[in-house]
């Protein structure tokens, strides 16, 4: 699970607005601004948090640690290692 701190951080990273994130995983952008007030664990669906996930993952960005130890996010700009 992420924290809703990795979710803004992320989306902060990529430079995109709560409405790009809204585009590319379908969740909706008030939606997200909600979850990103929260530090911790966000209270919404495991579902909404995996595809604000699966879309900032998809957009070079690698969750790190856990909600309780060390949260935090990699950025990777596609180029191989």
Same mark, same amino acid.
């Not at 699970?1 to 990795?6: R, S, Y």
């Not at 989306?11 to 939606?31: P, Q």
């Given at each position: 699970?992420?924290?809703?701190?990795?979710i803004? #951080?992320?989306? &902060?990273?990529?430079?995109?607005? %709560?409405?790009?994130?809204?585009?590319?995983?379908?969740?909706? %952008?008030?939606?997200?601004k909600?979850?990103?007030?929260?530090?911790?664990?966000?209270?919404?669906? #495991?579902? &909404?948090?995996?595809?604000?996930?699966?879309?900032?993952?998809?957009?070079?960005?690698?969750? #790190?640690?856990?909600?309780?130890?060390?949260?935090?996010?990699?950025?990777?700009?596609?180029?191989?290692?």
């Open positions: 699970m992420i924290t809703g701190a990795q803004r #951080i992320a989306r &902060t990273a990529l430079r995109w607005t %709560a409405e790009d994130l809204a585009k590319d995983s379908g969740v909706g %952008a008030r939606t997200i909600r979850i990103e007030m929260t530090d911790g664990l966000p209270d919404s669906t #495991i579902s &909404t948090v995996s595809k604000l996930k699966l879309a900032l993952e998809a957009a070079g960005i690698e969750f #790190i640690g856990t909600p309780d130890d060390g949260p935090g996010i990699r950025i990777y700009d596609g180029s191989p290692k």
